[in-house]
């Protein structure tokens, strides 16, 4: 299960903190990250983040968002800093994982409920 948590509606040019924390039998998170989706349109990619801590950015969100993760905790957060009104969207944190009776060799995608972020011009 993944709880997110930390959206909310924010003037452009400021800044939110989403936090997702994951739980329940889990062997191993190979990647966390957050997705999302806009009125509209279809779910993108915001940024990810391997349990090495190699981090990916969307090219929409570089030198905005940091995104950073805990593995012995489980979770993972993302700041976002200089909102736009683009960003405005449904945050979802997504997980890469192997359940602790699953294969190692066959992870699965698990998915949060969503976060509403809105940016006010």
């Known amino acids: 299960q993944l709880q997110a948590s930390g959206g909310g509606l924010v003037q452009s040019g400021g800044s939110l903190r989403l936090s997702c924390a994951a739980s329940?039998?889990?062997?191993?998170?190979?990647?966390m990250g957050w997705y999302r989706q806009a009125h509209g349109k279809q779910r993108e990619l915001v940024a990810t983040?391997?349990?090495?801590?190699?981090?990916d950015y969307a090219d929409s969100v570089k030198g905005r968002f940091t995104i950073s993760g805990d593995n012995a905790k489980m979770t993972v957060d993302l700041q976002m800093n200089s909102l736009k009104p683009e960003d405005t969207a449904v945050y979802y944190c997504?997980?890469?994982?192997?359940?602790?009776?699953?294969?190692?060799?066959?992870?699965?995608?698990?998915w949060g409920q969503g976060t509403q972020v809105t940016v006010s011009s």
């Open positions: 997504t997980a890469n994982l192997v359940p602790a009776w699953g294969n190692r060799a066959l992870p699965v995608d698990h």
């Open positions: 329940g039998d889990i062997f191993e998170i190979n990647v």
């Open positions: 983040i391997t349990s090495y801590g190699k981090s």
